[in-house]
């Protein structure tokens, strides 16, 4: 009888370190590649109310208008080829004051993380709008010992699942001394994140983890500042959203508003309708190239948690399907990249509505085929249409009236523009150039526009040489002097070093067959 125990133990123990073995040789990479195209559970389980109120479940996750989850949810939006779902959490109304959450709240989110895994799907789950709206993480160090008690609940709750169920440490972590991004703080939180969970046993070992961006916002994440904490087993990925141009993705259809930055620098920012010019595409690679340089060639993958367009506030819809068309193809076309849809689901609350939830269909059908060919992999790889070259040209101003250029920090040497020049008389014209320094801080030069030119009504073309100059993130020419009589045809910019572009009209041609 002891030798039968003895030998089921044994036997047991070679399963589990079997399982174990094959569950730590899966890297992030491979994980990554394995979760495909994601979805939010949208403006639920990460309800909350202003105040600390407590609520029960039901009352949460309804706050925004959408219904309880069910399994049926989560089996029909699988039928579009989706792979991963994203279980945004807020978990302050359930917290009491020795930091222990409500056994009846973890047990409804683990039902429905059940749901996702046994649908044969992967599963991200984390901490939301606690850091946010002035609620207890956004107390950063301060709050520190409640993070990791709330941490080393959830690990220890789901600790025997396997790699398809995914911890991200939180959301949109909005940290800031004198107006400046506060790594220190959002750095020594994600290093306790790691550290807690990698401590609290089970599969948490092998676990993949996604640890939050600065901000999730792509400039202040890949500033030097930022920190990748220590990971005994190397198995970490990055959080990210991607909402640009913010002013198509997410700024409403109202007037153009105004914002003053740390320098005292007034920005305007002005909504946008439409999106899919060159230029567009353009400054969606420069991005990615960003991102893949920053973090995938460095051996980190990139999960996109959040992507989307606002949906109730006039944006033109086709530029709606061609964009989440594009980036999704982008990210899934992207080794060590994915990216889930942002959806708040309802028309109750204005939002990025995509997937009704009660009726299981899509409000735009023509979005949800797309995302089945992403899915199915039947679709228009974009990094097939990437060339090299060391110079971008806009033909096109951006809503202000003002021709811009995406150079993020890549060292350029020379400015080429053309104008049209329509004049009677000798007058004063001239043109401006902007850009930013490392810092943010922006300043500007003026160029003469009396230079080259032989007599008036003409095209006139300028070469400014910069090579002595630390600009980054974007060129601007505006017309200084004498507006009425210029007409700027393009603007171009010439890189120290070769960058991707894209072959835009060949990419739009191989869409449409």
């Known amino acids: 009888m002891k030798l039968t125990i003895i030998l089921i133990s044994i ?3 070679s399963i589990i370190f079997t399982y174990l073995s094959e569950f730590s040789k899966m890297s992030a990479f491979q994980i ?32 925004w208008g959408n219904p309880v989850p069910t399994k049926e949810m989560i089996i029909s939006i699988k039928k579009y080829k989706f792979k991963t779902i994203r279980i945004p959490i807020t978990w302050k109304h359930f917290i009491n004051d020795k ?29 939301y709008h606690d850091g946010t709206s002035d609620n207890w993480l956004t107390k950063g160090i301060n709050a520190k010992d409640k993070f990791i008690d709330l941490w080393s609940q959830i690990a220890d709750e789901f ?38 969970v990698r401590n609290s046993g089970g599969n948490n070992i092998y676990r993949l983890l996604i640890i939050s961006g600065a901000n999730k916002e792509i400039d202040l ?15 970490l990925a990055i959080s990210l959203n991607y909402y640009l141009p913010s002013q198509f993705c997410a700024e409403p259809d109202d007037e153009p508003w105004t914002w003053y930055d740390e320098y005292k620098i007034i920005h305007e920012i002005t909504p946008i309708t439409t999106w899919g010019t060159e230029e567009d595409y353009n400054d969606m690679i420069s991005n ?20 989307g367009v606002l949906t109730e506030q006039k944006k033109d819809k086709e530029s709606i399907r061609e964009f989440l068309n594009a980036f999704f193809s982008f990210a899934t076309n992207l080794d060590g990249a994915m990216a889930c849809l942002w959806d708040t689901s309802n028309k109750i609350i204005p939002g990025m509505n995509y997937y009704d939830k009660v009726n299981g269909k899509w409000f735009d059908e023509k979005i949800g085929d797309n995302f089945k060919k ?18 971008l040209t806009v033909r096109h101003p951006n809503p202000d009236g003002i021709f811009s250029i995406s150079i993020k920090r890549l060292k350029i040497t020379k400015i080429i523009f053309n104008a049209k020049i329509t004049a009677n008389n000798l007058w004063e014209f001239g043109f401006g150039i902007s850009s930013s320094d490392k810092y943010g801080a922006w300043n500007g030069q003026s160029v003469n526009g009396y230079e080259g030119v032989k007599e ?42 070769s960058h991707y572009a894209f072959n835009y009209e060949e990419y739009k041609k191989a869409l449409l067959n």
């Open 456 to 497: 008036y009504d003409g095209s006139y073309t300028y070469a400014i040489d910069v090579k002595d100059k630390d600009y980054n993130n974007d060129i601007q020419i505006q017309k200084w002097w004498g507006e009425e009589f210029i007409t700027i045809n393009y603007l171009s910019v010439e890189f120290e070093e």
């Open 11 to 13: 036997t047991i123990s």
């Open 288 to 307: 990615l190239e960003t991102i893949k340089e920053n973090f995938i060639d460095k051996g980190i993958p990139v999960v996109f948690t959040e992507v």
């Open 221 to 235: 994440t890949c500033f030097s500042d930022y920190k990748i904490p220590i990971d005994p087993v190397n198995k």
């Open 374 to 391: 992403i899915g199915k992999g039947k679709y228009i790889k974009p990094l097939e249409y990437l060339f090299l070259t060391n110079s």
């Open 32 to 63: 990554v590649k394995e979760m495909g195209i994601g979805w939010n559970v949208g403006n639920t389980f990460e309800s909350f109310l202003q105040n600390d109120q407590k609520l029960t479940p039901n009352e949460q996750l309804t706050l």
């Open 99 to 127: 930091n222990k959450v409500n056994s009846e709240w973890m047990s409804k989110i683990r039902e429905v993380v059940d749901w996702v895994i046994n649908n044969d799907m992967y599963c991200i789950i984390n901490v």
């Open 159 to 196: 600790k025997n699942y396997d790699e398809h169920l995914i911890f991200e440490s939180m959301n949109q972590p909005k940290y800031e001394i004198d107006y400046k991004y506060d790594y220190k703080t959002l750095n020594v939180l994600t290093q306790a994140f790691v550290d807690t």
